[in-house]
């Protein structure tokens, strides 16, 4: 077997194997140029991808710890005095018989304030109207659990006679709930002391366990 013949592919294409095309187009006496390699990009992390509707920073944070509550003022108390709206005369009573004034919120016995209660309001309309919704809110649940209400407890907005309008009302409250009655009283208008105490207020230190002082302002 004789050497292979002769090509254009130059006469020693069995040891080198084929040109290129670059190489067979190059211009003679030129070196022969490397093809320029494209560094390899690395594909970037996929980002985190929030819920929709997270802030944005909040992804990684950690959930705030609840701040500790402060131990109620009102522990260990007997009663709450508790104003079915501003201005009902809890704060006064509370000071006249002893109990917790709690103003217009229901008491917390988890946290140690007492769960009975009794729930004050004026004798005007308005009054009456939030003693009332005051009832059908404990009626349906909507307090903190181991509330018990001892009683309504009306303050008189004027002195006299109640309108008959008004007078209905008190009567649909009694229906519901037991009702005191707490007359007028001047003094209290003025910020004076008042000794002694009406009768009838007197006969609510039954319900609070609390001595029937004098006491001045109706808050």
Known sequence: MGVPPASSAGPQ?????????????????????????????????????????????AVHAAPAAPAPREPSPHRGERIAWVNAHGGGGASTLAHALGGADLGTRWPEPADGEPGDMLLVAR?????????????????????????????????????????RQLGQRVRVLRSAAEVHR????????????????????????????GPAGPVAGLR
């Open 123 to 163: 004798t005007h309309a308005g009054g009456l109207r939030a003693a009332s919704q005051a009832l059908n809110a404990l009626r349906m649940g909507d307090h903190p659990d181991g509330l018990r209400l001892v009683a309504v407890v009306l303050v008189a907005d004027a002195p006299g006679r109640l309108p």
């Open 13 to 57: 294409m069995w040891i080198r194997g084929p040109a290129s095309q670059q190489s067979a187009q190059q211009p003679a006496g030129q070196p022969v140029q490397q093809p320029t390699r494209q560094p390899v990009q690395q594909a970037a992390p996929a980002a985190a991808v929030a819920p929709p509707g997270t802030a944005v920073g």
């Open 182 to 209: 707490v007359p007028w009283v001047p003094a209290w208008r003025l910020g004076n002391e008042v000794d002694p105490l009406p009768r009838d207020v007197r006969a609510l230190a039954a319900l609070t366990g």
